[in-house]
């Protein structure tokens, strides 16, 4: 397989999985131009479309796409149903595409219905986990949210999450401010800034990687729990999450 990232409005990744057989996978095309232009140039046909939830900036093109080919599956979960979504998909449901076998993982937090598909080593995880960092709360709450962390990584460390946005190097300015003197933290910054200063994008990422860089993915860890003011165990990690996802919300 070949995994790549289409650049799309100001910071959005498209994701295409070509199979090199001449077919592939579009996930949450936001806009259907620069997913069109890819398949042109890569000489390839798309056989489905995947939507992790209902946002614009993730499903405006989807129109313009099936228009294009008309009959093309678009899996995604009920609150993109009215956008385009002709195969609706539910938490633990799999499904296959061309024989490529492909997990629904629910994943409520970002919005009610948000949904991550895996099928190893990809993630496509929408606006759940970003490259340290996570998404904004506007719908569900940050227990949600948590929990959603929590289930992935359980996956394995050479999972690789296609996140939906390029907010790397933000997501580190903030895990540094609270967490100064984290080395793994600064150095991937270092590494991070380098990237984006020669135009490439600091996605994927891997799961274990982010286990070190991530603070969401660290509540349990008592040096971020002392850094955001729990002197004694919080009563539960969904606090400490909360308390990191409102400071960033603030930064």
């Known amino acids: 397989m070949n995994l790549i990232s289409i650049p799309a409005f100001q910071d959005n990744y498209i994701w295409l999985l070509d199979d090199r057989r001449g077919h592939c996978v579009i996930v949450d095309p936001g806009e259907a131009q620069p997913a069109l232009d890819a398949l042109r140039r890569l000489q390839l046909t798309p056989d489905a479309i995947l939507l992790t939830h209902h946002h614009q900036d993730h499903v405006g093109g989807v129109a313009q796409m099936v228009a294009q080919y008309p009959g093309l599956p678009v899996y995604g979960p009920q609150e993109t149903a009215d956008k385009g979504a002709n195969h609706i998909v539910r938490d633990g449901e799999t499904f296959e595409i061309n024989g490529r076998r492909y997990a629904t993982i629910a994943v409520p937090g970002h919005t009610l219905g948000h949904v991550a598909f895996y099928s190893a080593p990809y993630l496509f995880c929408g606006d759940t986990i970003f490259s340290a960092g996570c998404g904004r709360l506007f719908e569900g709450t940050a227990q949600q949210m948590h929990d959603a962390f929590q289930q992935l990584a359980q996956l394995p460390d050479n999972t690789l999450i296609c996140c939906a946005h390029e907010y790397t190097l933000s997501n580190l300015k903030f895990a540094r401010a609270i967490l100064p003197q984290d080395r793994e933290i600064e150095t991937y910054q270092q590494h991070v800034e380098a990237l984006r200063a020669k135009g490439q994008p600091s996605v994927p990422t891997t799961l274990q990687l982010e286990r070190k860089i991530n603070l969401f993915l660290r509540c349990h ?19 400490v999450f909360s308390e990191l996802r409102l400071r960033k919300d603030n930064f």
């Open 221 to 239: 860890d008592t040096d971020l729990q002392n850094k955001l003011g729990f002197n004694s165990p919080p009563k539960s990690l969904h606090s």
